[in-house]
């Protein structure tokens, strides 16, 4: 087996687009386990939001969350390597939010119970109105200025319903503050959030941290993903793989493309390349 260490992607890869994980692709992370490849997530989910799949897949290597903000162990609840946010940067961003008329929503450390902390009403868009509806529980009001008192956040988000707008807090933001800033644009959607880590956070560089804590190195990973958080990983993996509705810009830094999560593609993936014979391609 070539591979040691599978890093997939949940959204639009390991989830089927009813958000399950099928069948077929439970079965082929089973036996890639089973078989000795150290299984994980690379996400830019939040550690709540994964316990479902991880336990129904039982996975127990060390995640990959908030796009490589933080390794975190979940059997142990600990995090292995974190980039969280100075506060003066989130101070700054939060300003710059104001500005724009964004809501700003600070995403806190999960050792800190991982609430999400924003704005007043007035500047909420409909993606944030959509998020906050069901998650009251854990979505807390403050003052613009109190924000940069969340403690350890890992993420900042802002958040408009005006493209042209995003683009602009994203164009200050950018290249300015010590940061990391992306824009999710979930295939060729006109993007209306950017998501801002802390400095250096990318799935790459956590993979290759992850990797290293297993005595591997990025050429022992192979990656499964769909979009363009996905892109630095599937360019520095050893076999970086692209679903089949991938954007042809994400598709152009895999090695190799498979069916769509629709038609099993992490499955496909897992049997041709883990459990399977097939030598991958070599070059893009």
């Known amino acids: 087996m070539g591979y040691r260490l599978l890093a997939l992607d949940c959204d639009g890869t390991l989830l089927n687009p009813e958000g399950h994980v099928s069948p077929r692709v439970r ?24 316990k479902r799949i991880i336990a129904e897949l039982g996975i127990n290597v060390p995640l990959v969350l908030y796009n490589g903000g933080l390794i975190w162990d979940a059997v142990k609840a600990e995090a292995l390597h974190q980039r969280p946010l100075a506060r003066e940067t989130v101070r700054e961003l939060v300003a710059l939010a104001r500005e724009h008329r964004m809501q700003a929503m600070v995403f806190e450390h999960p050792l800190a119970g991982e609430r999400v902390f924003l704005g007043p009403e007035e500047f909420d868009s409909a993606i944030v109105r959509a998020y906050v ?39 200050a933001v950018a290249g300015r503050l010590p940061c990391s800033p992306q824009v999710p644009l979930h295939g060729e959607e006109p993007h209306v959030e950017v998501h801002v880590y802390g400095p250096g956070a990318t799935k790459a560089n956590a993979l290759a941290e992850l990797a290293g804590r297993h005595g591997l190195t990025m050429a022992d990973v192979m ?29 152009r830094y895999a090695d190799v493309v498979v069916g769509t999560n629709a038609e099993d593609g992490v499955a496909e993936a897992i049997e041709r390349f883990v459990l399977g014979a097939e030598a991958p391609p070599r070059g893009r």
């Open 27 to 50: 079965e082929a992370v089973t036996r890639a386990a089973g078989a000795g490849c150290h299984v994980t997530l690379a996400t830019g989910r939040r550690a709540w939001s994964v």
């Open 133 to 171: 509806g069901p998650r009251a529980h854990f979505c807390i009001r403050v003052p613009f200025d109190a924000l940069h008192e969340v403690q350890d956040p890992l993420l900042v988000s802002a958040q408009t319903d005006d493209p042209a707008t995003a683009r602009r807090y994203y164009d």
């Open 223 to 251: 990656v499964v993903g769909d979009d363009y958080n996905d892109v630095e990983m599937l360019e520095a993996a050893g076999l970086g793989v692209a679903m089949g509705h991938a954007p042809a810009l994400v598709k």
